[in-house]
């Protein structure tokens, strides 16, 4: 285990044991949450991993890399943030992810704009999200977020 | 009929299992090693998943958030737009989850611009996140990509209050009355139906309220809905029950 993974495994299990020691009922309570989260989201989890092994084996992430950088850099990005826009992935599938394609050779503009809408922007989240706030409020809403999802990574771009 | 909810349901899952069964037909290695790379990301996942659900389902429970509302209201300045993303980054659950909470926000008086801020930060701040995103893409990744999502935010949130106005945003669902439970929210994790099993039950992995006979135990129901992480179920009464009506 890495020493970031050992890092919030302990600053959890210190955590926890402050939460236990205060109030041991409402640490039960947490604890039953956790695992509900856990179990209910396990089997789309699990469909999302498998989908992601078959197609980086189809294409591996070297291709992908190739082809990214043959493109012009706005153009895959704009590209790449609308993939995260119309995919749901959770964020702890999306970061190795990511980690792998960048380690590919992905340049560092797509993927940042591939990772921040993917957890910013939802295709499929907007019926509901329409349905709360109704139609102005949440296209605005993701409208800007794929726009500053394109600033953000062209900045990183620049930065890193 | 039921049979054919289930599928529904789990449509992608069987558009995967099915994708599997014909490459391991006609092209078996490359199943292997599908197979293979999938065991990679498993192994990640299972690594950090049990542990961030831990620390989001804590960071739920001690942050006083019925202290944080007060401030979020429309006149709320710096105070309002700091504590919306507390209350975003530390909250459990996707960002489909955040919606009703959302809305019960902006009925208790909540800008706009902090809506933004919370259904954003929910969606891109949460505090176990950040550790992992330091593991797989390194620290200054992380550190940059955090400082300027957060002025983005900021920026962004900012145009939303002037192009949205108060009376753009409508509800669908008009104040119902009686035992409400909002299956859009519900993430099953099963704790209202262990609560109080008489009135919740599952159903294709969403919580349900059944057909109750019109008593309810105040004691159980409102532990119900408290212990629900994302706050999905609602009573509304005319004569508020003592024991939730302190919020």
Redesign the interface.
Request: glycine share 4%; with cysteine.
């Given at each position: 285990m890495d020493i970031f993974t050992l890092a919030v495994w302990i600053i959890t299990a210190a955590f926890l044991a402050y939460s236990f020691f205060k109030d041991r009922k409402k640490t039960t309570q947490v604890l039953k949450m956790a695992f509900g989260m856990g179990k209910g989201m396990l089997g789309s989890l699990l469909s999302i991993i498998f989908m992601i092994g078959l197609i980086l084996t189809v294409i591996p992430p070297e291709k992908i890399a190739k082809f990214v950088g043959e493109q012009p850099l706005f153009l895959a990005t704009v590209v790449s943030a609308g993939f995260g826009a119309v995919t749901l992935v959770p964020a702890f599938i999306a970061f190795p992810l990511v980690g792998t394609l960048v380690n590919a050779g992905v340049s560092i503009v797509p993927s940042v704009a591939f990772l921040t809408t993917l957890t910013m922007v939802g295709i499929v989240t907007f019926p509901i999200e329409n349905r709360a706030f109704g139609v102005k409020f949440t296209a605005t809403r993701n409208t800007l977020s794929v726009i500053f999802a394109i600033g953000i990574a062209l900045v990183m771009g620049v930065i890193m | 009929m039921k049979v054919l909810k289930k599928a529904k349901d789990?449509l992608?899952?069987i558009f995967?299992i099915l994708?599997?069964l014909v490459?391991f037909i006609f092209k078996p290695d490359?199943g292997i090693?599908?197979?293979?790379?999938?065991?990679?990301?498993?192994k990640?996942?299972l690594?950090?998943?049990?542990?961030?659900?831990?620390?989001?389902?804590?960071l739920?429970?001690?942050v006083p958030k019925e202290k944080i509302l007060k401030y979020l209201g429309r006149e709320s300045k710096s105070k309002g737009v700091v504590l919306s993303f507390v209350l975003g980054s530390v909250s459990?659950?996707?960002?489909?989850a955040a919606?009703?909470m959302?809305?019960m926000l902006?009925k208790k008086g909540a800008s706009?611009r902090n809506?933004?801020i919370i259904?954003?930060s929910w969606?891109?701040i949460?505090i176990?996140?950040l550790?992992?995103?330091?593991?797989?893409?390194g620290m200054?990744?992380m550190l940059?990509?955090w400082v300027?999502?957060v002025i983005?935010?900021l920026?962004?949130s900012w145009?939303?209050a002037k192009?949205?106005k108060d009376e753009?945003?409508?509800?669908?669902n008009e104040q119902p009355s009686g035992l409400t439970l909002n299956t859009?929210a519900c993430?099953?994790?099963?704790?209202c139906c262990?609560a109080y099993p008489d009135v919740f039950e599952m159903e294709n992995?969403k919580a349900h309220v059944k057909a109750y006979d019109g008593t309810l135990d105040n004691d159980k129901l409102a532990q119900a809905i408290t212990?629900c992480?994302v706050k999905a179920i609602e009573y509304v009464e005319n004569k508020p029950l003592s024991s939730i009506s302190k919020k």
């Open positions: - | 789990n992608f899952l995967v994708a599997y490459i490359i090693d599908s197979v293979k790379n999938s065991g990679y990301y498993i990640e996942m690594l950090i998943m049990p542990v961030i659900f831990v620390l989001t389902a804590l739920d429970a001690w459990a659950g996707p960002i489909y919606f009703p959302c809305v902006y706009i809506l933004v259904l954003s969606a891109v949460k176990p996140m550790l992992n995103e330091i593991k797989f893409l200054k990744f940059v990509r300027l999502t983005s935010i920026i962004f145009i939303t192009v949205v753009d945003i409508y509800n669908a859009d993430m099953g994790c099963t704790l262990k992995k212990s992480p």
